[in-house]
């Protein structure tokens, strides 16, 4: 414990002298985070850490705005499909890059040439294979030529593989230092030192409403415990992604102390995937007996601290489209219709389940989510389960690659908010676990959606979706996370940004004095 107090003064201490934190005032911010940056250039990144920084740099064609969870006009003033494989988007006048640089219809041609023609194994240009080609058919005038129909389109324009960058700055193909890079959002980039440090001052060219706060400092921490230790002593105002449970339950405790625990919607989800070629889960019955025992609530609770909410979905409940199905059709956890279950299908109990989690990808709390599953379902009388755990590269093997498990968990979050994005690769021709489930219908009501532009239509199809899997259970929705985010007192704005974008907007955050 000394040492442990020791290593956190020197951290405390070498904050406080860093220059970028010294100097914040009434006119900045510091936030603090866990999360690692792989690159500033959006060609070459795919990961939360870069998107935090992109999405607060750059501009797109459209955006999820804050607390939404369908796109809309960002960059452009419309947009719409010409047809079921042509969307066409008119950018708004008057749109500059921070250089000063004119925003035009070339630029976002070139933008999004570059992601697939750079092609950046650690970036997002599989997000936009189904782009055919694009087209500046004016200064003004953007349009997309798509492979095949493509109802997701809109919202992958919203992913920071869009973002749009001036061709005469970035390079055709290659990236482009981090330090250098040039957008046209809401705040610019005046220095960056790698999973350090980042300072964003305001963008006085920016085309939307001015950003709350001239200066943003990011700091970056390496653990959470120091990130936590910040928090507490003022350090940094704002904190978020890596806390753990635990901590996040203390802080929620130190409102005296300064800090507040701000909690909303995400669209992290966690599930158990059963491989429907292994016995005793190739039978549906007792598939659907484990969804009627398993508490949810239960396991929020002992597990996460209520950091998770019950999840009876494959989608996100704040996602368009979602609807509890798991709720309606089995209701509150019942250990007698569980039996009636697998008294009808002719199961004797108690059913043995091997069950297997990865302590070294999701974090400590996976051990004791699963351990808190066998619990309920021993619990029952209808069930023995028998744990196993393998690091992460061994269960991706055994459980996708071989089917070796019967019974597994993941999680999962998107990489735009559509609920294609939630079913498709979960339910498509096997799903990605390729776990031996298969559904001619579902997959025919994965292309309806996907060729369809009405959003009512397809979220009238994402419900027969849910209604299947909630009938044949290839896979069990446990739980959402929420976005949970520490400040300090006087800051106000970052509730805003709750929304499944997952997007942190720091122009919408400010602080009282």
Request: net charge positive; aromatic share 8%.
């Amino acid at each position: 414990m000394r040492n442990f107090k020791a290593l956190a003064g020197l951290v405390l201490i070498a904050l406080l002298s860093t220059p970028t934190v010294a100097h914040a005032g009434a006119s900045s911010i510091t936030v603090g985070t866990t999360d690692q940056v792989v690159s500033l250039d959006p060609a070459g990144s795919y990961d939360l850490g870069s998107q935090q920084l992109i999405g607060n740099l750059y501009q797109n064609l459209l955006t999820i705005p804050a607390g939404g969870n369908q796109p809309k006009p960002d960059a452009a003033k419309r947009c719409a499909f010409k047809n079921a494989k042509t969307y066409v988007c008119t950018l708004r006048g008057g749109l500059t890059f921070s250089n000063g640089d004119r925003l035009t219809a070339a630029d976002v041609k070139f933008s999004l040439d570059r992601v697939l023609r750079i092609a950046d194994p650690s970036g997002p240009s599989s997000l936009l294979a189904n782009l055919a080609r694009v087209d500046a058919t004016s200064a003004k005038t953007v349009t997309m030529h798509l492979r095949r129909a493509d109802a997701t389109w809109p919202s992958i324009l919203t992913h920071t593989a869009a973002a749009i960058v001036p061709k005469r700055v970035f390079p055709a193909r290659r990236l482009l230092a981090d330090e250098k890079v040039i957008g046209s959002g809401p705040y610019k980039l005046n220095r960056y030192v790698p999973n350090q440090q980042a300072l964003l001052s305001r963008n006085t060219r920016y085309s939307g409403s001015k950003a709350k706060t001239k200066q943003i400092f990011v700091v970056y921490f390496v653990t959470s415990a120091t990130l936590k230790l910040a928090i507490e002593h003022g350090i940094v105002d704002v904190a978020f992604r890596g806390f753990s449970p635990a901590e996040i339950a203390q802080l929620r405790t130190e409102s005296a102390a300064g800090v507040q625990v701000l909690e909303g919607p995400g669209s992290e989800i966690h599930y158990l995937v059963f491989d429907v070629r292994n016995a005793p889960v190739s039978n549906v019955a007792v598939r659907q007996a484990i969804a009627q025992v398993i508490d949810r609530a239960a396991l929020a609770r002992t597990v996460y601290a209520d950091t998770v909410t019950p999840l009876y979905s494959l989608l996100p409940a704040a996602l368009y489209g979602a609807k509890p199905v798991f709720q309606t059709t089995y209701g509150a956890p019942s250990v007698a219709n569980a039996q009636a279950t697998l008294a009808a299908a002719g199961i004797t109990t108690p059913v043995a389940l091997d069950a297997w989690y990865t302590p070294t990808h999701y974090g400590p709390e996976e051990a004791a989510d699963l351990g808190e599953i066998r619990r309920q379902l021993e619990a029952s009388g209808l069930f023995t389960v028998k744990l196993g755990a393998q690091d992460w590269e061994a269960y991706k093997e055994a459980a996708i690659s071989r089917h070796k498990y019967p019974l597994y968990g993941l999680g999962w979050f998107d990489d735009y908010p559509d609920g294609d994005n939630f079913l498709a690769p979960f339910l498509r021709d096997g799903g990605f676990m390729q776990h031996g489930y298969e559904n001619a219908t579902a997959d025919q009501l994965l292309d309806r959606e996907l060729a369809s532009t009405k959003p009512a239509e397809r979220a009238a199809i994402f419900g027969q979706l849910q209604d299947v899997v909630t009938r044949d259970v290839p896979l069990l929705p446990l739980w959402e996370r929420k976005q949970s985010v520490a400040v300090r007192t006087g800051v106000e704005g970052v509730e805003k940004s709750f929304d499944p974008a997952l997007q942190m907007r720091f122009w919408l955050v400010s602080k009282r004095h």
